[in-house]
């Protein structure tokens, strides 16, 4: 892991986003390495999946916790493991203007949509209902306000004819697989200093 920046994958499924990160950074020449997966879900299978892999994987339960007493246990993980920039991969809990603010230009998402375009929820739906012919994801820098970050890096898709948000989610996830590990080399590779 010399030279390369630490980064920690926060979940809550399957990670399949995840998984893509640490394939990615098993590549020599990359210039970031998982170092941690953190959890919201205790029974999330991205958990097994990061541990199969042979990242150190924790699950931090959200449920039945104050915000700030999980945000706490969450600062304190990523503190112990000397992690550098945290990446959001269908972590499905809101983190706080404190949390993203101590973290400012260190803390990424990955959306499926062309933001600006349907931030939040059931994006694929939403598009289709809309008409959009164009369709995708993005990775953007975590802010206060949810989806609203500066943009690092999208990937666009053509909406075909016929399309059910089923098929539309299938093609954009495998975009998101392709996209988030090259938006995560673009971060960490800045320069030392650098807005990251």
Do not use: W
Request: glycine letters at 8%; one cysteine or more; a positive charge.
């Amino acid at each position: 892991m010399s030279g390369k920046k630490r980064v920690a994958v926060l979940v809550s499924g399957r990670g399949s986003n995840m998984a893509a990160l640490i394939e990615a950074a098993g590549a020599p020449a990359y210039p970031a390495a998982i170092a941690l997966v953190v959890s919201n879900v205790v029974d999330a299978p991205a958990l097994a999946r990061a541990t199969a892999a042979g990242v150190p994987a924790v699950a931090i339960a959200s449920a039945g916790k104050t915000r700030p007493a999980f945000e706490a246990a969450l600062a304190a993980a990523l503190e112990a493991a000397r992690i550098e920039i945290v990446c959001l991969a269908g972590f499905m809990r809101v983190l706080s203007p404190g949390f993203v603010a101590r973290r400012s230009g260190r803390l990424i998402n990955i959306h499926p949509s062309l933001l600006p375009a349907f931030p939040g929820l059931d994006t694929h739906a939403r598009a289709l209902a809309a008409g959009a012919g164009r369709h995708g994801c993005t990775v953007h820098y975590v802010t206060a306000e949810v989806d609203a970050g500066p943009i690092i890096a999208q990937a666009a898709i053509e909406v075909r004819t016929g399309e059910t948000v089923q098929s539309l989610a299938e093609r954009v996830l495998a975009e998101e697989h392709r996209l988030y590990p090259l938006a995560l080399a673009l971060v960490a590779g800045a320069a030392p200093g650098a807005a990251i």
